[in-house]
């Protein structure tokens, strides 16, 4: 078995207990939720800490409310198995629910947290391995090594996100609180629109680091006609990381008819990939009737020419390109049920 | 083979078989469920150290130097040790040693080993690896077999005679041009299989003790205890008698703890030195480095039929790709030609396999070692000239069904045989004749037949001794100890031992015990390969049992003064057939036993009948029986995507009596999964680099519950006239067909045919385009 490194774990038991144990790690702490991507990770010694702070006994992490505006507030602790399931989740956020119930294997979702996932590492087929593998190559861009193993030649991280969840609350336009330690400056609180917690650099693909602490996570409410859906390809029907996710959102008006659409992609690159043009195109048709079939095959079309996926993530990427209209009829087929 | 090796298939007390034939429970089930069992990792010693390896970075380089001197000096650590402490080489098969514990001058592939630490710790003997210092000249590697084949400098092994190339072989049995010449129709095209690897749940793990008188006692995971033993006295010059091998329970297996295993080398060498009991578990990337699956294979054949469906002959041409060391290879390369003779009739066969080197992870044997690839390819040809003459594939087979008491082709003597039974069973399961070719698009049945050895008569180094020996001991206690090297890796071999003792002496389950693989207490067997362990420990335990039943008797009889043919004793009780309420119990028989005759005890012993082709090689191959199988697979293809979904696999498969038909059943079970996974999700391979592509269970994916089609074991007994009770292997036989009835399972569903391993849905999805291009130029649709 591969030891994991040695480590001085902390379980604080308040958010700010936690982002102080942060602060003073001085960017050598590293949080553990569910534990089910970190602790690979620091076995295959390309992420690194002096200190891991447990969020598990920081009760006011969990819980899945409905907030004031009818929309989710939740908290980041809360389990993947618990979101897949949570009947405020699937009546207004049905994508989310369907993505976290496809993350990893039944063990991984109990574990797995929303937090966890949402903040989820990228992956690659050249930095997921062990140190003695990524020695052998002379290590790569994301870590320890100068060189691109995906794009020869390349100076800038390709590493996928493959975080179901992300599709889904990118789709559902998520905003998400975090906080640091307070300083002179400030308390050390922001909040984050979904996307912009997102950069196109698989090193480490956040604007926020490694040691701010997500506290809440919230979901604006949905119209009554809202529809969404997740759909992954993967070749084991569990376990596995993404090849390729598709979050779909339609929002119907009272006669059925599309008034606002949006499909966002997921283990492309370093960042979800928004095909909103693309979406765009469903608007102002009515699922069941011809305008919408062309639509949809317009959009599969323009969500083909868009996302080109890398052999970044294991699995052939030429194949996985060609699931990318495949799986954007399938995600809009799993919105409307 | 001697009077001894002979039992006779029937029951040994009247017409009925108490033991055999039922689902008893396996003798270590319970204690695995409970997490009582012992396995080597859980072995732990006063003292004890641990040990780790240091591997190459480099798939073909000569090592210039190692510097070891920061290594010793961190604090915890007891020994480094290098290829020059453990200069001899070694193999598994004796012509062909060509492997070092740790690397001597050259590294071979990306994960061989160079040197090894013994610390306190794994944590300190991790960071000692890390400090040892390896100069390297890195030299040409070669990842393609064709070139290994074409190239021959610098070569993976220097001192072999023929460059890069591990072993040829080339036998002719008839006129093959004739039989073509002969046919109403010929095909020939090329198939591809991908390497595989084994994946047992639990990854290898040594541990070694000396005591201070010098004696070795070795616990390794290996389903090879003697060969382990010879092997690794002889690289540390320690006699064998003063080596004891222990096999603990063992965490599966399949082939790939076959092999003396660098670790169990390391660990002995540093237990010598350091004078402390040493551990060594590897991790599951280790595993993957030393591998010996199964090997990737070029194939290409060529058969004829009649257009009333004779087969008139078959041509094979095949490149082994071995990787960087023997192994098995030598067994691999007859293997690849020699087992294809059956259950089919071949008037004429010839084949042409050559093995060669490469700078990967070496091959070995895997579960239907070297006969699944041929297999592949072979039944899928079938399937081709059934469509060509316009024959259902099932009655191609059975057309061509080589028969019970024959010979093939090679002069490979055939017993029982079942196979037109394993036929009836899955047509009438799976319902063919009512669906095949009927179900809607992308559903679809295929089918494929095998046939596979019951341990083979080549012992793999020469000598006259028995194959299998058992021992037994019993007292007045009424308890039955049984001794055998057997080893028992999961396949449920000192189960079947268990239960041919209660059939042969009437005993309760719990009343029998056996001890397996340790070399100082059990009689010498070969191990756990081959299929050979229900045939060969089968009848050597009934050997075994007979002459100890005999004493008993002969005691009982003696004492009730009656004659012995009146004593019965299968049941729980011994009475007199002649006046039943004459009885005492089991225990009770033994005490008059050992009071009648001193201290009891038997030994039992089997070896093969003179088997095989007269012609070298012609015993490679050659075994007392075969086993018969015929899958029939249906599958769902997502024409969308080139996923393939796995619904049924029907499995029939003769195994000759069923001794125990619940392990049977779980090996058909097991087989089937396995063939058919290696089939849509395993690659065992290296990137472009030579590195292991992803050496983990994620990125190796092994099918979960929900991608495990239903697998429905349809059991056939041809009762064989040598095997234990009629008895015959169901542990490997049981994989072949899987991989080529999915391929024609895909072609009756989807109209392609895939001659490459693995089904990528990538691959159905060219295959699917490259149809309907075709469909479209001749306005047509073949499905």
Known sequence: ?337 | MGARDQHGSGAPWGDDFRAVGKSLRKIEGLSKATGEAVYADDIVLPGMLHAKTLRSPHAHARIVSIDASKALALEGVHAVITGADLPTKYGVIPWTKDENALAVDKVRFIGDEVAAVAAVDEDTANAAVRLIEVEYEELYSYFEPEESLERHEPAIHEKNKHGNVSKHVELDFGDVDAAFASADVVLEDDFVFHGSTHAAIEPHCAVARTSADGLVTLWSSTQITHYVQREVSRVLGIPQSRLRVIQPVLGGAFGGKSDPFSLEFVVSKLALITGRPVKMLWTREEVFYAHRGRHPMNLRYKTGVTKDGQITGVDAKILIDGGSYSSFGLVTTYYSGQLLTGPYDFPSYRFNSTRVFTNKPPCGPKRGHGSVQPRFAFEIQLDELAEAIDMDPIELRRKNDIGESTKTVNGQRVTSNGFGRCLDEVERASEWKSRRGKLPMGAGLGVAGSMYISGTNYPIYPNDMPQAGIQLKVDRSGLVTAFTGGNDIGQGSSSVVRTILCEELGLDPLDVRVVAADTDLCPVDLGAYSSRVTFMVGNATIDACRKLRKLIVEAVAAKWEIDAKRVYLGTGEVFDTDERETKITTREAFEIAEAFHDTLGSTGAYNTPTLGGDYRGGSIGASPAYSFTAHVVEVDVDTETGMIDLKNVWVAHDCGRALNPMLVAGQMEGSAYMGIVEAVFENHRVNRFGLHSGPSLLDYPLATSVDTPELHALIVESIDPEGPYGGKEAGEGPLHPALPALSNAIFDAVGIRLRELPFTPGRVLAALREKAAADSQTGGTSC
């Not at chain 1, 936690?18 to 702490?29: E, I, M, T």
């Not at chain 1, 809440?216 to 596995?240: C, F």
Request: aromatic share 4%; with cysteine; charged share 20%.
């Open chain 1, 1 to 337: 078995m591969l030891r994991l490194p040695k480590f001085n774990l902390v379980s604080p038991k308040s958010i700010d207990e936690v982002v102080q144990a942060l602060a003073d790690s001085k960017g050598r702490g590293r949080i553990l939720a569910g534990g089910t991507d970190l602790l690979p990770n620091l076995k295959h010694e390309f992420i690194e800490a002096d200190i891991v702070v447990s969020l598990g006994e920081v009760d006011e992490l969990r819980g899945i409310e409905v907030s004031a505006d009818g929309g989710l507030s939740i908290g980041p602790l809360t389990s993947l198995a618990d979101i897949a399931s949570n009947e405020h989740v699937l009546r207004i956020a049905p994508a989310l629910a369907q993505a976290a119930g496809t993350v990893a294997g039944p063990q991984h979702r109990i574990m797995g947290t929303i937090g966890g996932n949402v903040m989820l590492d990228t992956r690659c087929q050249w930095i997921n391995q062990s140190h003695f593998w990524r020695s052998s190559l002379g290590f790569c861009l994301k870590k320890d090594g100068t060189a691109c193993h995906v794009v020869e030649g390349g100076s800038r991280c390709v590493a996928a996100a493959s975080n179901d969840t992300a599709a889904a609350l990118a789709s559902l336009g998520a905003s998400l609180d975090f906080q640091n330690a307070p300083t002179e400056h400030g308390d050390g609180k922001r909040t984050l629109e979904f996307e912009a917690l997102f950069k196109a650099d698989g090193a480490w693909n956040k604007k926020v680091t490694p040691t701010e602490l997500l506290t809440r996570i919230h979901i604006p409410a949905t119209p009554r006609g809202h529809r969404g859906g997740y759909v992954k390809l993967r070749l084991r029907g569990s376990i596995d990381f993404p090849l390729l996710g598709v979050a779909s959102r339609l929002d119907l008006d009272e006669a059925g008819k599309i008034e606002h659409a949006d499909l966002v992609v997921i283990a492309l690159q370093a960042r979800p990939t928004r095909v909103r043009k693309a979406a765009k195109l469903l608007i102002g048709t009515t699922p069941g009737q011809a305008n919408y079939d062309t639509a949809v095959a317009q959009v599969m079309d323009a969500a083909y020419k868009q996302c080109t996926p890398l052999p970044n993530i294991p699995g052939d990427h030429e194949w996985r390109q060609e699931m990318v209209p495949v799986y954007v009829k399938r995600a809009l087929a799993a919105a409307l049920g």
